[in-house]
């Protein structure tokens, strides 16, 4: 499909203290825009994969000699020793920006190496602030949060810090054309997630909300498109809309329990965010229907459902089911190997999560375990 430019305007505006720029080929301009959030020595943070192909080769052009280093290492849910071998390498190079390239965890990776920068920082090391430029549909890149995982304990701790939040976010959808389906589909849900969260939050106002019914129809719309066509840029441009002010607005609002469990199960299993997004989803919304019943019938337009009855509630939290189902993607904890009886525990663990507790719903761990075992 040819898409013109009206349907993909270049668009660059602020948002907070992050400067967001989203067109095809924005990429081409990413020194200048360096230079407009005051950083010239870029280190760039990325996973094996696309350091050696187009996207890390395109990066470094148009670095050029501002370019001071690259970390190829990160590895998904950030492992501590990976952030302890960045803060070295870019503290030696006099980094002032971190440049996370890819998925959430590069992105992720960057912006835990600039906490401990910005916590250890003195005239002779100082803080780098955050750049990034996602290839997936994390959102990351738009909010404060970092997750970092102790793969000894197999802990994962999230952490939200405003000065870790990017300076930069550059959306360029030539940069995601050869984001693989499954991967475009896991963090696409997850972007969803961003959005469901967003619209049973407790703090919501209106505008949030709204904003979050927009991102979620488009990423409702065009997901089931990018991952069955996954090189049309089009598709990749409005996933990038979607992700963006999903992000947008769970970097205001915050998680819930939905989250909360992700995150638990991430660090315990090291199964990939997206893919447990996509699992623990529908019972998450199932276990919130009681308070976010009327939120729900919302998305019931963009899910194409009818939006009356008293029954709308459930009918959407079907239809994200059926959604996950259609992108291929797995909907099961039993498929990832968890063994059933681990679930008490997780649920235990997950009590002391902050998004558990932030959860609209109170959850007790009866609660948490309800939702692990009909996600199990
Ligand atoms: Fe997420």
Redesign the pocket.
Known sequence: MRASKTAMPFVERPEGETLIVLGAGAVDRLRALLVRVRATRAYVVTGSTLATGSVGDRVRRALGDALVGTYAGSRPHVPDKTVDELVQDARSRRADVLVGLGG?SPIGTAKAAAFRLFESRDAASPAAIVAAIPTTY??SEVTPFFGTTDLDQGRKSVLRSDPVRPRLALYDPELALDTPADLTASTGV?AL??CVEALYAKGATDADRSMSLRAAGRLIGDLPLAVREPRTLLYRYRLFEGSMEAGLVLAKVG?GVH?GL?HVLGGRYRAP?GVL?GIILPHAMRFNLPVAGAVYRDLARPLRLEARGADVGEKVCDAVADLVRALSLPTRLRLLGIPKTDLPSVAEAALSSRSVQANPRPVTREGALEILEAAW
């Open positions: 959430g994390s959102g997850n997630a961003h998680m989250h992700c965010h997004n």
